[in-house]
């Protein structure tokens, strides 16, 4: 798959509410947050379900890779409201902010393609982002098989 251009979308800059997840923490080789995305959204599932269900779609916050391509992940399940888990989750929130905001649909693999077009029109803009983008994997693969059709949206804060 070729990588997306600087023209192929507008950058949408929004104001983003609060919002507050349940999340297991972990870090991560790049190479394999396709893997570990889906066990640690899995991992949370159960409690989540368990105690309130959750508010919306779930969510993997990923931080820039350090040196060695190695991230802070966080993953987890949007909730209404915070909540008390027993370790190794926890709750979280972030705060509202200033983000842009981008609706992908395709298979999870062209995600970096993704990132790195945004990467430039962030720049172009004048923008520079100032904390992890969040994933919400707005599609259930279990439910639409058709990897063309599954929707992340990608919030990330910008000042």
């Known amino acids: 798959m070729s990588e997306p251009t600087v023209s192929d979308f507008e950058l949408r800059v ?4 609060e919002r507050t997840y ?6 991560v080789p ?14 949370t599932h159960a409690w989540v379900f368990a105690n309130g269900g959750p508010a919306g779609a779930p969510m993997a916050a990923v931080g820039m890779p350090d040196d ?9 399940w949007r909730v209404r409201g915070p909540l ?9 929130t972030y705060e509202p902010t200033r983000a842009v905001v981008h609706e992908y649909v395709g298979p999870f693999e062209a995600l970096p393609e ?15 982002p100032t904390g992890a983008a969040r994933e919400s994997y ?13 929707v992340t949206e990608i919030v990330w804060p910008v000042e």
């Open 68 to 76: 060695h391509g190695v991230v802070d992940l966080a993953v987890g």
């Open 138 to 150: 707005e599609t259930n693969p279990e439910e639409e098989p058709d990897p063309q059709k599954w």
């Open 84 to 92: 008390d888990p027993p370790a190794p989750f926890e709750s979280v």
């Open 30 to 43: 790049m190479a394999k947050l396709g893997e570990v995305i889906p066990q640690k959204i899995a991992e």
């Open 114 to 128: 993704t990132y790195a077009a945004l990467t430039k029109k962030i720049a172009a803009a004048g923008l520079r």
């Open 22 to 27: 349940v999340v297991v923490r972990d870090r």
């Open 14 to 17: 929004e104001q983003v509410p």
